[in-house]
């Protein structure tokens, strides 16, 4: 295993957020160096929004090659880069940052590319024709809608507290799809091969109500969340049988790798990798 060392002679790569203590990107990151036999150091920063830019510009001048971005500093990050890639665009908002060989900083968003192959990869769900409703309409949301209407699912509901959120969102990505939305009490009364829980609900300890009728036999139920006991939504799900349960520690680990591709040119093994942090869980793999 990679050190976390840091030394001249080293890339120094690292994780941006607040709070930053309990990210497990370090960790992920360290794994796949050492699954590809590359050699860098990984660390966690915690700062303020008024510091953001002066602390990401300060990392990379004393030698930082690249950097996470993580809550709540993902749409600081899209002001602060010089070029935006098209997922980063659409979705005003960036997680991976990096410099091109004109040294100017590119910003990308991984999220959207990381639910999708945890997603087909792991789960193996088709989202052809299928119906998903995302419940939420903040920036995690925002993340993942290009990715998931790219799919052609028959319809995508964005389902918010707040409905004029979820309503700007359809409104920017209709083009890209068949997309629409609603209150959290007018959500359609019918099963969905696939429910994405996108709020903060759980962080402050509280549940999103929602109609039972929206889980069948065959949903599968993700939460963008991770955790390693079962999230609020996870229960609610389990308690209402549906086909599949998981929390988003996949679709983490995916983003992760695709910004290791970014950075250093080299896939990870991400089925391995699940293996090594739930080694309980992947003998029946999200079930
Ligand atoms: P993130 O970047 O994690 O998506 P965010 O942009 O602050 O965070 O968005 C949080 C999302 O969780 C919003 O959709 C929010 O609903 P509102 O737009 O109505 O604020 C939703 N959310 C947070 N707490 C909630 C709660 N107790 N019940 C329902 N939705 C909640």
New binding site residues.
Partial sequence: MSTSETNSNIDRYAVIGNPIEHSKSPDIHLLFADQTGERLSYEKILTDKDNFSQVVTNFFTNGGKGMNVT??F?NDACEFVDELTEYAKHAG?VNTIYKNESGNFIGANTDGIGLLRDLKKILRLQLLNKKILV?????????IVEPLLNENPSELIIA???VS??EAITEQFKSFGKISSCS?TEIPKHSFDLVVH????G??G????LPVEIIGLNTCCYD??YSDQDTPFMQWAKNHNAGKVVDGFGMLLEQAAEAFYLWRGKRPDTGMAYHYFRPDVAQKPHL
Avoid at 135 to 143: E, F, S, Y
Avoid at 198 to 201: H, I, R
């Fill in positions: 809550v709540p993902k908002a419940i939420g309409a903040g920036g995690a949301t925002q993340g918010n507290r707040t959120k979820a959290l996108a709020t903060s609900a962080l402050q509280n549940n999103v109500e963008l969340s």
